[in-house]
């Protein structure tokens, strides 16, 4: 079955670039979502189609996918982007989450 | 304006069967390309998909619970109905349902705000 890989957790200085991965076997083939999702609140919608920004997400927001890994990079890291931080893709018809990642704004 | 809500029981006792009803605005789900999904998050824990249903009426389900899932949609009302039988505590958790379509490959856009739901007797 298809499993996604996410460090627990990643922390950043205020100003410095986060990367937070998604690791599974020949991602690359597939589109990666993100979602950040901070505490009590439902999820949102960062990137979509590994690359694409939703309206209204910053453009400090942006997203890779290669190989067997996808990578979400946040530049200019600012203390509301706390949060945890999910990744997720469609294995044929099944919808597949990583663990998440907690992002820490040191 | 998209925007989706949950509604449902917050307790329900083992071996109960669960009903959520997620009811939309903004959007048809008769329109081609449109899903309407149901994901879960226990307490502290990562997000897990559950199940989907698409403009065509064609339904998918996680591997793990699709012996126990019902998913079903009333156009007409901007509903969809998500059935989940025997319920366990260890399903004690937070249940969105999400819009995702075909024009941003399937990737959940907007969320309704959840409804937590506790298994316990």
């Known amino acids: 079955s298809y499993v996604l890989t996410q460090p627990p957790s990643v922390s950043v200085a205020p100003g410095q670039t986060a990367r937070i991965t998604c690791g599974e076997n020949?991602?690359?083939?597939?589109?990666v979502h993100w979602y950040q999702q901070k505490p009590g609140q439902a999820p949102v919608l960062v990137i979509y189609?590994?690359?694409a920004r939703p309206s209204g997400i910053p453009e400090r927001f942006s997203g890779s996918n290669s190989g067997n890994t996808a990578t979400l990079t946040i530049s200019r890291v600012e203390a509301g982007d706390e949060a945890d931080y999910y990744c997720?893709?469609?294995?044929?018809?099944?919808?597949?989450f990583g663990g998440g990642t907690k992002l820490t704004v040191l | 304006q998209v925007t989706l809500r949950e509604s449902g029981p917050a307790l329900v006792k083992p071996t109960q069967t669960l009903t959520l009803t997620c009811t939309f605005s903004?959007?048809?789900?008769?329109?081609?390309?449109?899903?309407v999904s149901w994901i879960r998050q226990p307490p502290g824990k990562a997000l897990e998909w559950l199940a989907r249903?698409?403009?065509?009426?064609?339904?998918y389900y996680s591997t793990s619970l699709k012996t126990r899932l019902t998913i079903s949609k009333d156009t007409s009302k901007n509903q969809v109905v998500l059935t989940m039988t025997n319920m366990d505590p260890v399903d004690t958790a937070t249940y969105y349902c999400?819009?995702?379509?075909?024009?941003?490959?399937?990737?959940?856009?907007?969320w309704g705000q959840g409804t937590i739901v506790t298994v316990s007797s």
């Open positions: 249903i698409d403009w065509g009426d064609d339904k």
């Open positions: 189609y590994d690359s």
């Open positions: 903004g959007f048809s789900l008769s329109t081609s390309g449109m899903c």
């Open positions: 997720q893709v469609w294995d044929g018809s099944l919808g597949i």
């Open positions: 020949n991602i690359g083939s597939k589109s």
């Open positions: 999400a819009r995702n379509g075909r024009g941003n490959s399937y990737a959940f856009d907007i």
